[in-house]
T-cell receptor, first 111, second 117 residues
């Protein structure tokens, strides 16, 4: 079993819809949680960065962390075709540097 | 802020040659940089952790003599693929985190597509 599980998709939504992404993890030591967006043949771009449990909002993006359930989510409101990409969740422990990634979810936003 | 530049973005070379990839943090100092490899439709696989002024730490199964890492300054790390062969063809990505508090997010370069003929 992988440390971080993420549905590979593809997740196809119409333009304007809410995109809902999530990851589950098994290591309770994870403290920092990130969401990255990766376009084809590009490096990952940091979207959201949260510490411990709670919600964080930035523009159209909302990240949620539920440490008791070992579950994190990313919501994208008013989705646009330019949001079509692969979304990677990542996390690490407070004292460590190494990131543990989910496998990525491919998202397609259709005009 | 937090820009990481990677060069070259794409390289094609003959089997047996060595290829050097540079990773620079442009607007912050990075005590630690990371090198990843990514195969098509797969997630990132950590190859090694590079610390400024010291030897890199390689992940299990990664040949340190094959993938030479140098982190000579707080803004530059290099990965040299020595005696490259077609199976080394892949997408290589570096990342850097700002010096200081543990848990700071990593920022990634745009990757280097390596093709060995």
């Amino acid at each position: 079993q992988k440390e971080v599980e993420q549905d590979p998709g593809p997740l196809s939504v119409p333009e304007g819809a809410i995109v809902s992404l999530n990851c589950t993890y098994s290591n309770s030591a994870f403290q920092y949680f990130m969401w990255y967006r990766q376009y084809s043949r590009k490096g990952p771009e940091l979207l959201m960065y949260t510490y411990s449990s709670g919600n964080k909002e930035d523009g159209r993006f909302t990240a949620q962390v539920d440490k008791s359930s070992k579950y994190i989510s990313l919501f994208i409101r008013d989705s646009q075709p330019s949001d079509s990409a692969t979304y990677l969740c990542a996390m690490n422990q407070a004292a460590g540097n190494k990131l543990t990634f989910g496998g990525g979810t491919r998202v397609l936003v259709k005009p | 802020g937090a820009v990481v530049s990677q060069h070259p973005s794409w390289v094609i070379c003959k089997s047996g040659t060595s290829v050097k990839i540079e990773c620079r943090s442009l607007d912050f100092q990075a005590t630690t940089m990371f090198w990843y490899r990514q195969f098509p439709k797969q997630s990132l696989m950590l190859m090694a952790t590079s610390n400024e002024g010291s030897k890199a730490t390689y992940e299990q199964g990664v040949e340190k003599d094959k993938f030479l890492i140098n982190h000579a300054s707080l803004t530059l790390s290099t990965l040299t693929v020595t005696s490259a062969h077609p199976e080394d063809s892949s997408f290589y990505i570096c990342s850097a985190r700002s010096s200081g508090i543990a848990g700071q997010p990593q920022h990634f370069g745009d990757g280097t597509r390596l093709s060995i003929l």
